[in-house]
C-alpha cells in the first residue's frame, strides 16, 4: 500500500522569503507520480507541481520547485518568495499501481504567510 | 490546464431530502471522474470512481445505495445523496483526469460543494 506523510500542521513564513513544505511517501512501486496541490480557503483544489518517479531532474514551475530525493523517498515542494497569497492549505499525493492508480493524499500543511 | 465545474457550490437541506451534485469538465472529456470528501481540516477521501457508461467503483466503507453516482456523459458525473441526514454535512469535491488514466496524469478539481444538512 502507499502512504503520503505531511509531518508539518501547520507553518508560517515570512513574505519574500522561500519556504519548504515536507513530504514523505511510502510504495512498493517502481514507477509512480508525485503531484502537489494548493486548497486555499475557498475550497478549490489548485494544481501546483508533478514528478515523476523517473524523472531525474527536479520538477520546477514558476516559483515551485519539488525537491525530489528518491532514496529517501522525499518530495518537498519549495516556494520561494513568499506571497501573501500563498497563504493555504498545501497537500502532497502520489499516484503509482500498488493503490489501483488512485491518487492518494497527505494531511496537508497549513501555510501562513506573514507580511 | 483544465477546468472541472461544480453545481451547486453550497447547498443547505433538510433532513431526509435528497441532493444531487452536478461535476463536469467543461473543455476536455472525462472517462473517469473521481469524488472525493473532505471533512474540515482534513485531507480528501475517495469515495468513489465514476467511469463513464459504467457503474461507479465504491471505495471501502461509502454505502453505494446512499451516494448514487451516475456518468452518463464524457462531460458529467452527478453525485446524488439520497435521504440526507446532518453526518452527511461535508465538502464534497469531484476531480477529473484529461487523458487516459495513467500515473503521470494531472487530476483537475472542481470547486467543491458545501453541503449542510439540518
Known amino acids: 500500500a502507499q502512504k503520503i506523510t505531511q509531518t508539518q500542521p501547520g507553518m508560517f513564513v515570512q513574505e519574500k522569503e522561500a519556504v519548504t513544505l515536507d513530504c514523505t511517501y511510502d510504495?512498493?512501486?517502481?514507477?509512480?507520480?508525485l503531484f502537489w496541490y494548493k486548497q486555499p480557503s475557498s475550497g478549490e483544489m489548485i494544481f501546483l507541481i508533478y514528478?515523476?518517479?523517473?524523472?531525474?531532474q527536479n520538477a520546477t514551475e514558476g516559483r515551485y520547485s519539488l525537491n525530489f530525493q528518491k532514496a529517501r523517498k522525499s518530495a518537498n515542494l519549495v516556494i520561494s518568495a513568499s506571497q501573501l497569497g500563498d497563504s493555504a492549505m498545501y497537500f502532497c499525493?502520489?499516484?503509482?499501481?500498488?493503490?489501483?492508480?488512485?491518487?492518494?493524499f497527505g494531511g496537508g500543511t497549513r501555510l501562513m504567510v506573514k507580511p | 490546464g483544465a477546468v472541472v465545474s461544480q453545481h451547486p457550490s453550497r447547498v443547505i437541506c433538510k433532513s431526509g431530502t435528497s441532493v444531487k451534485i452536478e461535476c463536469r469538465s467543461l473543455?476536455?472529456?472525462?472517462?473517469?471522474m473521481f469524488w472525493y470528501r473532505q471533512f474540515p481540516k482534513q485531507s480528501l477521501m475517495l469515495m468513489a470512481t465514476?467511469?463513464?457508461?459504467?457503474?461507479?467503483?465504491?471505495e471501502q466503507g461509502v454505502e453505494k445505495d446512499k451516494f448514487l453516482i451516475n456518468h452518463a456523459s464524457l462531460t458529467l458525473s452527478t453525485l446524488t445523496v439520497t435521504s440526507a441526514h446532518p453526518e452527511d454535512s461535508s465538502f464534497y469535491i469531484c476531480?477529473?483526469?484529461?487523458?487516459?488514466?495513467?500515473?503521470?496524469?494531472?487530476?483537475?478539481f472542481g470547486p467543491g460543494t458545501r453541503l449542510l444538512v439540518l
Open positions: 476531480s477529473a483526469i484529461k487523458g487516459t488514466w495513467g500515473i503521470q496524469e494531472t487530476q483537475y
Open positions: 514528478q515523476g518517479s523517473y524523472d531525474e
Open positions: 465514476s467511469n463513464e457508461g459504467s457503474k461507479a467503483t465504491y
Open positions: 499525493a502520489m499516484r503509482g499501481r500498488d493503490a489501483g492508480n488512485m491518487l492518494t
Open positions: 510504495t512498493s512501486d517502481q514507477s509512480y507520480g
Open positions: 473543455d476536455f472529456q472525462a472517462t473517469t
